[in-house]
């Protein structure tokens, strides 16, 4: 029976610009998909759920809510449609306290929020800077591990701002995507690795093995 429950919570940005890597996108979360899928066979005493929140100026969209990956579907391109701005802090803000409350009484909870833009915030109406600072901070103390995944922007400036120091920066490229795609599957195999082994999983680098892709690099 799994005595640990991770919660996997993606907060994407569907922004117009995102649109040159759709196809990617879609692949890449599909392969996220299959790879926790992978991790509850290896590891079996560990329970693994997936929320997946979209943004843009059009609203933030929850397009899985806690859903248990064995029973998960992939995502297409019906599903994920890039348009309009990029209301970062919102999508933020709205998924990670909710996703606080949704936790807050559960035993043995490992909390892994990825979040993945290619732009900067440009267009929240409820939350700010100083509001995500301190919202992720909180649930940093509590053992929260939070990693920022970005482009066209300076990457470990924002997220370091909002005190995320796990960040890969990747070009909005074919091919660059598959690879962080790649890092991003087997920097999970080892987060679960590290709770399997009771090693701190805040403390150790989330993307300690990336490679330089001219892009996927790591903080």
């Given at each position: 029976?799994?005595?640990?429950?991770?919660?996997?919570?993606?907060i994407l940005d569907e922004s117009g610009s995102m649109d040159t890597i759709k196809n990617e996108t879609?692949?890449?979360?599909?392969?996220?998909?299959?790879?926790?899928?992978?991790?509850?066979?290896?590891?079996?005493?560990?329970?693994?759920?997936?929320?997946?929140?979209?943004?843009?100026?059009?609203?933030?969209?929850?397009?899985?809510?806690?859903?248990?990956?064995?029973?998960?579907?992939?995502?297409?391109?019906?599903?994920?449609?890039?348009?309009?701005?990029?209301?970062?802090?919102?999508?933020?803000?709205?998924?990670?306290?909710?996703?606080?409350?949704?936790?807050?009484?559960?035993?043995?909870?490992?909390?892994?929020?990825?979040?993945?833009?290619?732009?900067?915030?440009?267009?929240?109406?409820?939350?700010?800077?100083?509001?995500?600072?301190?919202?992720?901070?909180?649930?940093?103390?509590?053992?929260?591990?939070?990693?920022?995944?970005?482009?066209?922007?300076?990457?470990?400036?924002?997220?370091?701002?909002?005190?995320?120091?796990?960040?890969?920066?990747?070009?909005?490229?074919?091919?660059?995507?598959?690879?962080?795609?790649?890092?991003?599957?087997?920097?999970?195999?080892?987060?679960?690795?590290?709770?399997?082994?009771?090693?701190?999983?805040?403390?150790?680098?989330?993307?300690?093995?990336?490679?330089?892709?001219?892009?996927?690099?790591?903080?």
């Amino acid at each position: 029976m799994a005595t640990d429950k991770i919660y996997n919570l993606i907060i994407l940005d569907e922004s117009g610009s995102m649109d040159t890597i759709k196809n990617e996108t879609i692949s890449g979360f599909n392969e996220v998909v299959q790879t926790i899928k992978g991790i509850e066979k290896k590891f079996p005493e560990q329970q693994h759920f997936i929320s997946l929140i979209t943004f843009n100026g059009l609203g933030i969209n929850t397009l899985l809510d806690k859903v248990s990956v064995t029973n998960l579907n992939q995502i297409d391109p019906n599903t994920y449609n890039p348009n309009s701005s990029t209301p970062l802090y919102d999508a933020i803000g709205l998924s990670v306290l909710k996703l606080k409350i949704d936790v807050a009484h559960i035993e043995n909870v490992h909390v892994l929020v990825t979040i993945l833009t290619d732009g900067e915030e440009n267009s929240s109406q409820e939350f700010n800077h100083t509001h995500i600072n301190s919202i992720i901070k909180g649930q940093k103390d509590l053992g929260w591990t939070f990693t920022y995944i970005g482009a066209n922007h300076d990457v470990e400036k924002v997220a370091h701002s909002i005190s995320i120091t796990n960040t890969m920066v990747f070009e909005a490229d074919a091919q660059i995507m598959k690879h962080v795609f790649e890092d991003e599957s087997n920097a999970r195999i080892r987060y679960s690795e590290r709770i399997r082994n009771h090693v701190n999983e805040e403390s150790a680098n989330f993307y300690e093995k990336s490679k330089d892709f001219n892009t996927a690099t790591q903080v």
